[in-house]
């Protein structure tokens, strides 16, 4: 099982709708998690990260699930800008390095 | 002012060929990392180092041999290149080596073996 699982896409949306992106983590010691957002031929950057209670950031709604280890991206209202691929990542235990692991990110496309 | 750079931006070259990757942050983090991002767009992280010293050393062949000669900056240097080398190496950067610390990424090495 891969440490952190994303469906690839791509995900082919109009203007205006609502898209939602799941990912699950197998290590349940892990501690931090986020979202990364990468443009075609461009370096990752961060787009938010999640926390426990979830949270918001304008247009965008990140939720945690601890118990089923699952973690999603919410966005609303989607624009053209938002085409990317999204990264789901999440950190290794303390005592395998505290590293990042990110898994191998789904792709937006949205269209007018 | 670009926060995590790399040079060069991209690099073709031989098999059996070494070449280096520098990168440098102006961001006053302490931690610096070298990723790997294969042609199935996986990202994977292959050494980390936090004030020139290195922290993680995930399992990369010997071949690679990353040097920081101060906080500031991360080379990487592969000897003996081969065709799975082909990938685009990110370098970043964040301000300690906690976990929950932000990554700020430079813009990538699209390194080509033939």
């Known amino acids: 099982r891969k440490e952190v699982e994303q469906d690839p896409g791509p995900f082919n949306v109009p203007e205006g709708a609502t898209v939602a992106f799941n990912c699950t983590y197998s290590n349940s010691a892990s501690q931090s998690f986020f979202w990364y957002r990468q443009d075609c031929r461009k370096e990752p950057k961060l787009l938010m990260s999640v926390y426990s209670s979830g949270n918001e950031d304008g247009r965008f709604t990140a939720q945690l699930n601890r118990a089923s280890q699952y973690i999603s991206l919410l966005i609303r209202d989607s624009k053209l800008s938002d085409s990317a691929t999204y990264l789901c990542v999440v950190n290794a235990p303390y005592n395998q390095g505290g590293k990042l692991i990110f898994g191998q990110g789904t792709e937006l496309s949205v269209k007018p | 002012d670009t926060a995590v750079s790399q040079t060069p931006k991209y690099l073709v070259t031989q098999m059996g060929n070494d070449k280096s990757i520098k990168c440098e942050q102006n961001?006053?983090?302490?931690?610096m990392y070298w990723y790997k991002q294969d042609s199935k767009k996986f990202l994977k992280i292959m050494f980390s180092?936090?004030?020139?010293?290195?922290?993680i050393n995930e399992t990369v062949p010997n071949r690679f041999s990353p040097k920081s000669p101060d906080k500031a900056h991360l080379n990487l240097h592969i000897n003996s290149l081969e065709l799975g080398d082909s990938a685009v190496y990110f370098c970043a950067s964040s301000q300690t080596s906690g976990a929950d610390n932000e990554q700020f990424f430079g813009p990538g090495t699209r390194l080509t073996v033939l």
């Open positions: 961001l006053g983090h302490d931690t």
């Open positions: 180092y936090n004030n020139k010293e290195l922290i």
